[in-house]
């Protein structure tokens, strides 16, 4: 199973982005998946998740600019980033829980991460 990440780049303040995710190879389903992202210096942080069930969770400096979806034929997660801001500067990673077999337990994958710069 992979995880490709893709839709970084640079935007100034006020812009937007869409990043993508696919995941390929042996997925049988995913049950979460989600954003995190890290910046220089600074720890790993959940920016978005979204349930099977399209039960969202944002973190609070991202709420009403961010919106996470997913296409589950396509076994596909989406980051809309909206009014973005310097601070959201950061490499971008996706995440999620994939069950590969019929039976058996789901698993944690990650991307490779994607980069958003945001210049003021």
């Known amino acids: 199973v992979q995880l490709q990440a893709s839709g970084g780049g640079l935007v100034q303040a006020g812009g937007s982005l869409r990043l993508s995710c696919v995941a390929s190879?042996?997925?049988?389903?995913?049950?979460?998946m989600a954003w995190y992202r890290q910046a220089p210096g600074k720890q790993r942080e959940l920016v978005a998740e979204?349930?099977?069930?399209?039960?969202?969770n944002y973190e609070d400096s991202v709420k009403g600019r961010f919106t996470v979806s997913r296409d589950n034929a396509k076994n596909t997660v989406y980051l809309q980033m909206n009014s973005l801001k310097p601070e959201d500067t950061a490499v971008y990673l996706c995440?999620?829980?994939?069950?590969?077999?019929?039976?058996?337990?789901?698993?944690?994958?990650w991307g490779q991460g994607t980069l958003v710069t945001v210049s003021s």
């Open positions: 979204i349930t099977s069930r399209d039960t969202t």
């Open positions: 190879g042996r997925v049988f389903s995913i049950t979460d």
């Open positions: 995440n999620a829980e994939i069950r590969m077999f019929v039976i058996g337990r789901s698993y944690d994958f």
